[in-house]
């Protein structure tokens, strides 16, 4: 679709522009902070530095998953460039950067006037969960851009299917080891094509359709005996994801599962503050979208369809940062609310109210992300800080929330002389706690590095160490406490405990 820029809607474009420009920069910033790895970031890390590309194909180590395509690219950045975070986290800040772009080519495919694609860039640009996992060494972002390109595949197929469906069909074999919720988008390019194709008679078409699906359905056959057949046995992910798998909507309490599940999307990840706005912009961009155009409106349905079924059979969690790919497919519906008025003035009208009520929340919280680092875990100053001021025979005694940062990073900075006890759990194992009290008990300094992860846990042992001993500084950091004690005379410290 062909955009007319009159003057009347020059200034659209401009402010587009102006947001392009902005939520590159935000990127930017935030690249540059080289924020340290938090408790999952380093899992993966250390997973791509350790194994080989054939182990990276099993179930990863420190419970963590990820599409095996992305641990490859991975892999391969660090082989060339070396093992430091920064260069674990170019992937996702250049799938980041894409996606605005890509984003922007999708609206201007799709949209008739200006205000449209203003609203879908100016919400992409300062929201602040994409942001955020634009800098983390995670697949969410980069599962947002392939969303995005999946997304114009379908548009393209329906407009010129003869000449893309065979190219397509190769790149999205190939795609669909990269992301997880790719497998929504490329069953439902399919699924929609052949339902069109069936109410248009087109046998032709739908013949070609069906030759050339075998080629991502033998990619994902592979993919599934290779890889996907092990990824949904980890225990542990499906315990602790088991309450965000949708339910059959059957019963009331099922059905109030999935609003629930909507109320949560609005805030995290689409970053909507006013639910009953959000909720009305939700339900008339659709219905705009259904009366525009109704083969798009399919496709999105049918995403949707194959990821809550996907749910449903326990293989996929619809929670926040696991279903941030949908987040270009959420601001297209809200922004097709713009469709639906052709006069200047009403068109002004809906957007000051878009303004106030969508805009105006995130665009103060970017001036915020613009001034300090996003870090949920800040440990290397901490570890920094040990390396200058320790002293030979110093103990330094790790939290287990801590000790997969530790590991990461532990041969970055001289902890030399220091003896070193990892994974404390005070509340998970009696006898090594108690060997830990003991050791601590012999020693004359004390560092204790915590995360704020389990903070009960943390208070029990600073008890502890505050009966037998005398806190000589406490430094905090995002996410991360530094303690240092000096340990009293055993005669002075109440005898064994």
Same mark, same amino acid.
């Not at 935030?30 to 790895?37: G, I, T, V, W, Y």
């Given at each position: 679709?062909h955009?007319?820029f009159?003057?009347?809607e020059?200034?659209?474009?401009?402010?587009?522009?102006?947001?392009?420009?902005y939520?590159?920069f935000l990127?930017?910033k935030?690249?540059?902070?080289?924020?340290?790895?938090w408790?999952?970031?380093?899992?993966?890390a250390?997973? !791509? *530095?350790?194994?080989?590309?054939?182990? +990276?194909?099993?179930?990863?180590?420190?419970n963590? %998953?990820?599409?095996?395509? &992305? #641990?490859i690219?991975?892999?391969?950045?660090?082989?060339?460039f070396?093992?430091?975070?920064?260069?674990?986290r170019?992937?996702?800040?250049?799938?980041?950067?894409i996606?605005?772009?890509?984003?922007?080519?999708?609206?201007?495919?799709?949209f008739?006037?200006?205000l449209?694609?203003?609203s879908?860039?100016?919400?992409i640009?300062?929201?602040?969960d994409v942001v955020?996992?634009?800098?983390?060494?995670?697949p969410?972002?980069?599962?947002?851009l392939?969303?995005?390109?999946l997304t114009i595949?379908?548009?393209?197929?329906v407009?010129?299917?003869?000449n893309?469906?065979?190219?397509?069909?190769f790149?999205?074999?190939? !795609? *669909?080891?990269?992301?997880?919720?790719? +497998?929504?988008?490329?069953?439902?390019?399919y699924? %929609?094509?052949?339902?069109? &194709? #069936?109410?248009?008679?087109d046998?032709?078409?739908?013949k070609?359709?069906?030759?050339?699906s075998?080629?991502?359905?033998?990619?994902?056959?592979?993919y599934?005996l290779?890889?996907?057949?092990?990824?949904?046995k980890?225990?542990?992910?499906?315990?602790f994801?088991?309450d965000?798998?949708?339910?059959?909507?059957?019963?009331?309490?099922a059905?109030?599962?999935?609003?629930?599940?909507?109320l949560?999307?609005?805030?995290?990840?689409?970053?909507?503050?006013?639910?009953?706005?959000?909720t009305?912009?939700?339900?008339?961009g659709?219905?705009?979208?259904?009366?525009?155009d109704?083969?798009l409106?399919?496709?999105?349905?049918?995403?949707t369809f194959?990821?809550?079924?996907?749910?449903?059979i326990?293989?996929?969690?619809?929670f926040?940062r696991?279903i941030l790919?949908s987040?270009?497919?959420?601001?297209?519906?809200?922004s097709?609310n713009?469709?639906?008025?052709?006069?200047?003035?009403?068109?002004?009208?809906?957007?000051?109210?878009?303004?106030?009520?969508?805009?105006?929340?995130?665009?103060?919280n970017?001036?915020?992300?613009?001034?300090?680092?996003?870090?949920?875990?800040?440990?290397?100053?901490?570890?920094?800080?040990?390396s200058?001021?320790?002293?030979?025979?110093?103990?330094?005694?790790?939290h287990?929330?801590?000790?997969?940062l530790y590991?990461f990073?532990?041969?970055?900075?001289?902890?030399?002389?220091?003896e070193?006890?990892?994974?404390?759990?005070?509340?998970?194992n009696?006898?090594?706690?108690k060997?830990?009290l003991?050791?601590?008990?012999?020693?004359k300094?004390?560092?204790?590095?915590?995360?704020?992860?389990?903070?009960?846990?943390?208070e029990?042992?600073?008890g502890?160490?505050?009966s037998?001993g005398?806190?000589?500084?406490?430094?905090?950091?995002?996410?991360v406490?530094?303690?240092?004690?000096?340990i009293?005379?055993?005669e002075?410290?109440?005898?064994?405990?």
């Open positions: 679709m955009l007319n009159n003057k009347q020059r200034i659209w474009l401009i402010l587009t522009y102006l947001f392009i420009v939520g590159i990127r930017l935030q690249f540059f902070f080289f924020r340290s790895f408790l999952d970031e380093a899992g993966i250390i997973n !791509i *530095l350790r194994k080989d590309f054939s182990e +990276l194909a099993k179930p990863l180590d420190y963590q %998953a990820a599409p095996y395509g &992305f #641990l690219l991975e892999k391969i950045f660090v082989i060339l070396g093992g430091e975070d920064f260069v674990f170019i992937i996702p800040f250049f799938s980041g950067i996606l605005i772009f890509l984003f922007y080519h999708l609206l201007r495919n799709v008739s006037n200006n449209g694609i203003l879908g860039i100016a919400l640009s300062l929201n602040h955020y996992y634009t800098i983390e060494l995670k969410y972002i980069s599962d947002a392939v969303a995005t390109l595949f379908f548009i393209r197929l407009n010129n299917f003869n893309n469906i065979i190219k397509y069909s790149l999205s074999a190939i !795609i *669909l080891w990269f992301s997880y919720p790719s +497998l929504f988008f490329i069953a439902s390019i699924s %929609a094509l052949i339902i069109i &194709f #069936l109410r248009e008679k046998y032709q078409k739908l070609k359709l069906i030759l050339t075998l080629i991502p359905l033998v990619s994902f056959s592979v599934f290779i890889v996907l057949k092990y990824a949904g980890n225990d542990y992910l499906n315990n994801w088991a965000h798998f949708a339910p059959a909507p059957y019963t009331l309490k059905l109030s599962w999935y609003k629930r599940a909507f949560w999307a609005l805030d995290k990840p689409y970053n909507i503050s006013n639910v009953y706005l959000g009305f912009f939700t339900f008339t659709l219905f705009i979208l259904f009366k525009k109704k083969k409106f399919l496709f999105i349905f049918l995403v194959f990821m809550l079924f996907t749910s449903m326990k293989r996929y969690p619809v926040q696991l790919f987040v270009p497919l959420y601001y297209l519906i809200i097709y713009f469709e639906l008025f052709d006069k200047k003035i009403s068109k002004i009208i809906i957007f000051s109210i878009f303004s106030v009520f969508f805009l105006f929340e995130p665009l103060k970017s001036a915020e992300i613009l001034n300090q680092s996003m870090s949920r875990q800040e440990i290397k100053p901490a570890l920094r800080f040990i200058e001021k320790k002293i030979n025979g110093d103990l330094l005694a790790i287990h929330s801590a000790d997969t590991e990073y532990k041969d970055k900075y001289n902890l030399d002389g220091l070193i006890i990892r994974k404390i759990k005070p509340m998970w009696q006898a090594e706690y060997f830990t003991e050791k601590i008990k012999q020693s300094r004390v560092w204790l590095l915590f995360t704020d992860f389990r903070r009960q846990e943390n029990l042992f600073l502890y160490l505050n037998i005398i806190k000589r500084g406490e430094w905090f950091y995002p996410g406490e530094l303690y240092l004690y000096e009293r005379a055993p002075n410290n109440g005898g064994s405990r």
